[in-house]
Nanobody, 128 residues
Framework: QVQLVESGGGLVQAGGSLRLSCAAS?????????MGWFRQAPGKEREAVGA??????????YYLNSVKGRFTISRDNAKNTVYLQMNSLKPEDTAVYYC??????????????????WGQGTQVTVSS
């Protein structure tokens, strides 16, 4: 079992920045998991924002097109933590952001990520 706890959400003005953190705990070899950040805005489906594969898969990084160049996903395997640095935030980035973990598998893509574990979510609100 893996527990994921997000932090770092909040209220920010458009153009501002936030950094989300997700700490993993439990019986896990964190470095082998693909980690992702998803978001869900009111009335919309949950979407994957960014993902990073585990050490065995080369740490490949994927992004939703609308956040490319503004968001950066990274991981610190020594700290069992994954981050999402969000810059140049827009009101349309407002959502609950969720951390997710998927066991290592071949042919991973962000579009086909099916997490085995989820965090509880953290609210990000961007004011105009």
């Amino acid at each position: 079992q893996v527990q994921l706890v997000e932090s770092g959400g909040g209220l920010v003005q458009a153009g501002g920045s936030l950094r989300l953190s997700c700490a993993a705990s439990g019986r896990t070899t964190f470095s082998t998991y693909s980690m992702g950040w998803f978001r869900q805005a009111p009335g919309k489906e949950r979407e994957a924002v960014g993902a990073i594969t585990g050490s065995g898969s080369g740490g490949r990084i994927y992004y939703l097109n609308s956040v490319k160049g503004r968001f950066t996903i990274s991981r610190d395997n020594a700290k069992n933590t994954v981050y999402l640095q969000m810059n140049s935030l827009k009101p349309e980035d407002t959502a609950v952001y969720y951390c997710a973990a998927e066991r290592s598998r071949p042919y991973f893509t962000i579009a086909t990520m099916v997490p085995d574990y989820w965090g509880q979510g953290t609210q990000v609100t961007v004011s105009s």
